[in-house]
């Protein structure tokens, strides 16, 4: 079917100091009112263009704008002066080994404080409880040698504590510039020989407000500011035939420091997010106002058992067909992930998997970034799934797919601030809590009552005919019941407003922030993998990447192994890493241009079927494929939107081998006009199949050909 995606409803904010590119433009924010921006170029021009809402929306899904939030920011310009970089995945794979080493111990630390346990930030504290301290953090590490080497260096060896002082530092590299900042400059740098200071009681309160500077100068340094300002005023004072003042001491300044106001402190040192986080009260609930302001994400193990016992449709299920639904009795289940937007209790994202998976947890969050309109056209919703954007706060329980490194560094790379909520306390994750609720006690009964009941009710003389249960089948009802029913029915935490309702207010008010571009995306979500570059460029899963930037880097290497990062819902390019920056690198064939993975197999493995024994596959039919496929396929559409995709390298490798190991694509021909007379001209076979004469000749005569291949023909068709 025809599908179509309503895209004007999105409204995008951008912030005060946030550097806008839109089609390699880059622009300031100067204004904004309901009808749209006002950008200004930042090549010092002045010039200033218009984009109103709807075209900020098109421009967004066509993934044509980044976002670099509070790229003017002073202190992400410090951040970027200090040679910081904003994103892990831009890191070497020995940098992110020290980094995941430094973040499990931070965040080990943290899970301990959040606990209740005695551990505090003293020498004394942390080195009783260093053993504790390092058994935690192994939780947060999903391999101890991702490097592969014999010998570690000691910044990435787990079994190697760090110091009490080197450990109380990373905290407040991460706390103060993010995840990234970890990877290197790790110590603070003192202005020893620097100063600011005060004098008597007006004096030193004078230079004691230096301290609230986003230089963020220590408690010395005012320290020292206070004594070469008390020696110049004595200097004057003895001039004037007055007594000199007495220079404040240490632990004088040092109390002053601390009788400043806590939220000014943090305000000015750190920013007013920082400070609202810190002194953000948990006794009386929340107070949201925006769309994506804070999202809860958390898994719910979906209990078919149950739902199919009770429709009375699992006892005529084969045992085959109990296996593949995970109803066999194992330890495995299929497990939902949900992210739910609590301003306005709109479901954002959702992925459904066997068992909980990091990478299912992933894959909800891109979901939350994209427009998932397509995912409801393709099960005949009747309500819009456009509500996306950038995540301000993400929530999550302890699980193990939300603690592992994988999620926290994306977050991370994204700039979503992720707080884990404390185990054992579903009500700091009150909100996603109830719709689970709302889904077991909504959902299900519906499912039961109009997918499974009437099979039975039938009367076939085989149930069995009629008894398949598909995941398909799950995640139809799913998108159905969350786009039509639950984002349409009056919430109470709403007062008696729907979801939707709210979402459209709320963006029409304040707006949201817009996804991050197709380079970013694939460099955050993308698969890590190594590929072999030559001269033909670079391959994955039979798709040929090549461009005049390959081209120029081939000239002055050798062949060698390069590191690709390759996103499966769009194989039409791929982002490669030569030295030390990225390049985005085209497929060779351009049709595959936002093409996924799994439509692209699927058309390789119609066609192959067609001639299973030959290795040569026509490109031509492969994009007729992929066209019916998208034509017809779209219930298959909906289930891979949420269901959880697996893309790890050995399901890459396993793919390789299983469709395209040894095969070969080539370009039919088309028929040509004769050159002498009206008509088309026979093209050779050689032509047709992309084979040269011999090896068409070899091939007929292996199949059994009777008599020898005639030589080519010079016929030609005439027209009538």
Not at 223 to 245: I, K, M, S, T, Y
Not at 455 to 473: E, M, Q
Not at 666 to 680: L, M, T
């Amino acid at each position: 079917m025809e599908l179509s995606f309503t895209t004007q409803n999105a409204t995008f904010a951008f912030g005060q100091h946030d550097r806008v590119t839109i089609e390699g433009a880059r622009y300031c924010v100067t204004s904004r009112n309901e009808e749209g921006y006002v950008l200004t170029r930042d090549d010092g021009t002045g010039l200033s263009v218009q984009f109103a809402h709807a075209q900020l929306s098109r421009l967004a899904s066509a993934r044509r704008i980044t976002v670099e939030r509070d790229y003017y920011d002073p202190r992400e310009c410090q951040r970027r002066l200090r040679g910081q970089t904003s994103m892990v995945s831009n890191l070497s794979d020995k940098a992110r080994a020290r980094v995941s080493k430094k973040d499990a111990y931070c965040e080990a630390v943290e899970k301990l404080r959040r606990e209740g346990t005695t551990i505090k930030m003293t020498d004394e504290s942390l080195r009783a409880n260093m053993t504790l301290i390092m058994g935690t953090a192994l939780e947060y590490v999903g391999n101890l040698n991702p490097l592969g080497a014999t010998s570690l260096d000691l910044s990435a060896d787990f079994r190697k504590a760090p110091s009490t002082r080197t450990l109380r530092r990373w905290l407040q590299i991460k706390q103060q510039d993010g995840l990234a900042a970890l990877a290197g400059a790790m110590h603070r740098r003192g202005n020893r020989g620097s100063a600011m200071g005060p004098e008597a009681l007006g004096l030193l309160y004078k230079e004691v407000r230096g301290y609230l500077r986003v230089e963020k100068p220590t408690m010395k340094m005012i320290h020292d500011n206070v004594v070469l300002a008390f020696e110049q005023r004595n200097a004057e004072r003895a001039e004037e035939g007055l007594d000199p003042l007495t220079t404040p001491s240490r632990e004088t300044v040092r109390r002053a420091i601390r009788s400043l106001d806590p939220f000014e402190v943090e305000c000015a040192r750190n920013g007013l997010a920082a400070a609202r986080k810190k002194f953000r009260p948990v006794a009386d609930g929340l107070n949201l106002t925006r769309p994506l302001e804070r999202v809860e994400m958390d898994e719910w193990t979906v209990d078919l058992m149950t739902l199919m016992k009770t429709s009375e449709i699992y006892e005529v299920l084969t045992d085959e067909e109990k296996l593949a639904l995970g109803l066999d009795g194992g330890k495995d289940r299929w497990v939902l992930t949900v992210a739910i937007c609590c301003t306005t209790r709109c479901i954002v994202g959702m992925t459904l998997s066997r068992n909980a998976k990091s990478g299912a947890a992933c894959q909800t969050l891109q979901m939350v970034l994209s427009d998932k309109g397509q995912w409801a056209d393709a099960v005949g919703a009747l309500s819009a799934w456009d509500l996306f954007g950038m995540v301000e706060l993400l929530v999550t329980d302890g699980g193990n797919a939300f603690k592992s490194e994988a999620f926290r560094h994306t977050c991370a790379d994204l700039g979503i601030a992720l707080e884990i909520a404390t185990n054992g306390v579903p009500e700091a994750r009150g909100t996603i809590e109830r719709v689970f609720k709302t889904v077991a006690t909504g959902l299900m009964p519906r499912l039961s009552g109009r997918t499974f009941s009437d099979i039975i009710t039938k009367g076939d003389t085989d149930p069995r005919d009629r008894a398949a249960l598909t995941v398909d089948d799950l995640t139809f009802a799913l998108i159905r019941w969350v786009v039509d029913i639950y984002h349409n029915t009056p919430h109470r935490g709403l007062r008696g407003e729907t979801p939707l309702e709210c979402w459209r207010r709320l963006v029409d008010q304040y707006g949201v922030q817009p996804p991050p571009d197709i380079e970013r995306t694939r460099l955050v979500f993308g698969e890590r993998m190594e590929r072999r570059l030559d001269k033909t460029g670079i391959t994955v899963l039979g798709v040929r990447y090549h461009s005049e930037v390959l081209a120029t880097w081939m000239l002055r290497r050798d062949p060698e192994q390069v590191e690709v990062r390759w996103h499966p819902m769009d194989i039409g390019a791929v982002s490669v890493r030569l030295g030390s920056e990225w390049h985005t690198i085209p497929a060779v064939d351009d049709s595959l241009d936002g093409v996924p993975a799994r439509t692209w197999l699927t058309a390789v493995r119609h066609v192959r079927a067609g001639a299973p024994n030959s290795k040569r596959v026509d490109m031509v039919a492969v994009r007729e494929a992929i066209k019916a496929i998208d034509a017809r396929n779209a219930a298959s559409m909906a289930a891979a939107g949420i269901n959880f995709e697996d893309w790890s390298l050995e399901a890459m490798a396993r793919a390789e081998r299983q469709y395209v190991a040894g095969v070969e694509f080539f370009e039919r021909k088309a028929p040509q006009k004769a050159d002498a007379e009206p008509g088309h001209a026979i093209p050779d076979l050689s032509e047709v199949t992309g084979e040269d004469d011999a090896a068409a000749t070899s091939g007929t005569s292996s199949a059994g050909a009777t008599g020898p291949r005639p030589g080519k023909s010079n016929l030609t068709i005439e027209e009538d």
